[in-house]
């Protein structure tokens, strides 16, 4: 079994920093990609930003410049550091990783709960 848990999320003012962490967990045998998505009211699921297991990274072009993905693949943790925050980045954000488990060698995408991130102005 393998679960991912967001933490980090909250209310911060327009123009603040905010630090996501998404840890997984349980029978783990190799982490690739993983990602942040976020889901705001009335609209779709969208990709936010996503780092591979070689460091490589993709970001929407609405937080380009802004936020930034890393991981810590000792602690099968992945971080979405995000400043300069709008009210527009109001939504819940979603963590996503390909895993593969110890019990199977096909790659699954798992997601965690999300948690939410609210910027006033």
């Known amino acids: 079994q393998v679960q991912l848990v967001e933490s980090g999320g909250g209310l911060v003012q327009a123009g603040g920093s905010l630090r996501l962490s998404c840890a997984a967990s349980?029978?783990?045998?190799?982490?690739?990609?993983m990602g942040w998505y976020r889901q705001a009211p009335g609209k779709q699921r969208d990709l936010v930003a996503r780092?591979?297991?070689?460091?490589?990274?993709n970001y929407a072009d609405s937080v380009k410049g802004r936020f930034t993905i890393s991981r810590d693949n000792a602690k099968n943790t992945v971080y979405l550091q995000m400043n300069s925050l709008k009210p527009e980045d109001t939504a819940v954000y979603y963590c996503?990783?390909?895993?593969?488990?110890?019990?199977?060698?096909?790659?699954?995408?798992?997601w965690g709960q999300g948690t939410q991130v609210t910027i006033s102005s």
């Open positions: 996503n990783a390909a895993i593969q488990t110890t019990w199977r060698p096909r790659w699954a995408d798992f």
């Open positions: 349980g029978s783990i045998f190799s982490i690739d990609t």
């Open positions: 780092i591979t297991s070689d460091g490589s990274t």
